[in-house]
């Protein structure tokens, strides 16, 4: 699928080596729009916005952040872990901004599954629809945050 | 015939363009080459422009610190400008306050050369050397943290002041193609000249941090440069509280050995904080220095201990722990390494016993 000339430039920072180890887009064979595009059509179909989801995150991870890495029991069936890490990374969007490296890692004592998010996801689904590419390490898929997060 | 003939001249068409493209680019992007006057004539280069301000000093052996490889999210590479640099950029605003601004700092991580420029740098900055190391060990601390050992092969030995921090450069590995440096705080003490350790604690997805845990092994070489970093004793005082967290402990290491080694005149209590007994290490060698020197005092504490774990210390936030041995700041400094999040904690305690800006130290990056 082609898609506009500045978002091949992005997605050269979403690739391996670039911002994080891995890269942003996992294995997916997919351009950035369509990527961008399914997830999108998925969070409709599941209700959702982005905006809802990124706020849902930033409650989670706000609520364990006093717990310096310890375990945090939140809304009674979350246990939530936060922990972060020096420094900051600059979003792959060139949009200037710089996301504290902070991971929240959260299990869902009723389904007894894992989560994990950085601030940088966070910030990456609120503005711009972003959830990673299939195959990466931290792709939040839009039916498992659903699943797991507005249980 | 009209078909083959259109495709011919499309391919013509395209190969003009590709070639005034590529030879286009060859002037607009040459910049040539490019003189920089450091400190009003001290030092003048000839470099190639086209390269950021950062990258092209280093290739001169001239190393400004930076804890993120140049990617405009640490703020450490300042320089003052004097000429010849390209407007502010959106990126280096929020690294500079309006009197920096003002006077022509500029983070050289954003300066791309252009043409000749005339900047101002501290002269400390023309003692930090490049260093081919090679790794003697590595030892595994905890499930995330690998304590290295390097030993300094060109040039033999290091000068530093415990506290301060190396920048560790990376080679291509997997599918990272690209080079880069991060800072890490030197743990050895300043008197063991011939070699630096470090601790490294691995950053999911971190480019550096995933390097030195699945790519080194004993026995490979290592580029580091430095010594960085004005983390490091001021000592206006009779008695320091050290505080650290994860692989914050490292300049505290150093700055504790460096202390008892000249038998300096300062009573130190150093609290270790971590969730979990599995968190902690070096406790041996604390517990050593505690049992061999009556002014080094050692706390660790657990914030959750798990019953296993059979903790008979201190239990709680880091925070709460050091509320309940420090009773004020009276004739005291506090140095602290460790997690943002930490640090931050720690700060608001420390600032309620009556600690300042004056007497807390810690890296800000």
């Given at each position: 699928m082609k898609q506009a000339p500045e978002w091949n430039q992005i997605e050269d920072n979403l690739r391996p080596g670039r911002l994080s180890a891995s890269g942003f887009l996992g294995d997916d064979p997919r351009?950035?729009?369509?990527?961008?595009?399914?997830?999108?059509?998925?969070?409709?179909?599941?209700?959702?916005?982005?905006?809802?989801?990124?706020?849902?995150?930033?409650?989670?991870?706000?609520?364990?952040?006093?717990?310096?890495?310890?375990p945090v029991l939140v809304e009674r069936h979350y246990e939530v872990v936060v922990e972060d890490f020096m420094g900051q990374i600059p979003c792959p969007f060139r949009d200037n901004l710089r996301a504290d490296k902070r991971l929240t890692t959260l299990r869902n004592l009723k389904a007894n599954r894992i989560l994990r998010w950085s601030d940088l996801n966070i910030h990456l689904i609120e503005k711009h629809g972003f959830y990673e590419g299939v195959g990466s390490p931290f792709r939040l898929d839009p039916d498992v945050v659903s699943e797991l997060l507005f249980d | 015939m009209a078909v083959l003939t259109t495709v011919l001249s499309l391919a013509a068409v395209s190969a003009v363009l590709s070639v005034f493209i590529i030879v286009a680019e060859l002037f607009l992007n040459n910049y040539g080459d490019c003189q920089v006057?450091?400190?009003?004539?001290?030092?003048?280069?000839?470099?190639k422009g086209g390269d950021s301000l950062l990258s092209s000093l280093s290739?001169?052996?001239?190393f400004l610190p930076s804890a993120c490889g140049g990617k405009a999210t640490c703020g450490l590479c300042k320089v003052r400008v004097l000429d010849g640099a390209g407007p502010l950029l959106p990126t280096e605003e929020p690294y500079l306050s309006a009197e920096e601004i003002s006077q022509g700092i500029r983070l050289s991580c954003q300066i791309k050369v252009k043409r000749d420029l005339q900047?101002?740098?501290?002269?400390?900055?023309?003692?930090?050397?490049?260093?081919?190391?090679?790794?003697?060990?590595?030892?595994r601390l905890t499930h995330d943290i690998l304590g290295l050992r390097l030993t300094l092969e060109e040039p033999d030995a290091i000068r530093f002041k415990a506290g301060q921090y190396v920048q560790l450069y990376t080679e291509p590995y997997g599918k990272v193609k690209e080079k880069v440096f991060r800072a890490y705080s030197m743990a050895s003490a300043p008197s063991d000249q011939h070699a630096v350790e470090l601790i490294v604690r691995l950053v999911p997805e971190g480019i550096c941090t995933t390097y030195v845990h699945q790519v080194l092994k004993p026995g490979d070489t290592v580029k580091l440069s430095g010594?960085?970093?004005?983390?490091?004793?001021?000592?206006?005082?009779?008695?320091?509280?050290?505080?650290?967290?994860?692989?914050?402990?490292?300049?505290?290491?150093?700055?504790?050995?460096?202390?008892?080694?000249k038998e300096l005149p300062y009573k130190m209590t150093f609290f270790f904080g971590a969730v979990r007994r599995a968190d902690l290490y070096y406790v041996q060698e604390m517990n050593d220095l505690a049992a061999r020197y009556p002014q080094f005092r050692f706390i660790p504490g657990l914030s959750k201990p798990e019953p296993a774990d059979d903790w008979q210390g201190e239990t709680g936030l880091i925070t709460e722990i050091v509320s309940r041995y420090v009773p004020d700041s009276q004739d005291k400094e506090a140095y602290l390494c460790g997690s943002p999040g930490m640090i931050n904690a720690c700060l608001s305690v420390l600032n309620q016993k009556g600690f300042t800006?004056?007497?807390?130290?810690?890296?800000?990056?």
């Open positions: 351009s950035l729009s369509e990527i961008i595009q399914t997830d999108q059509i998925a969070l409709q179909r599941l209700h959702l916005t982005d905006q809802a989801v990124a706020a849902r995150l930033r409650t989670l991870t706000d609520a364990a952040k006093s717990g310096l890495g310890k | 006057d450091i400190n009003r004539g001290e030092r003048k280069l000839t470099v290739g001169q052996a001239i900047i101002l740098i501290p002269e400390e900055l023309f003692n930090i050397r490049q260093f081919m190391t090679r790794i003697e060990r590595i030892d010594p960085y970093g004005d983390f490091y004793l001021r000592g206006a005082c009779s008695e320091l509280v050290l505080i650290a967290g994860g692989s914050g402990l490292a300049p505290i290491r150093s700055l504790i050995l460096d202390i008892l080694e800006e004056e007497t807390i130290f810690y890296d800000k990056f």
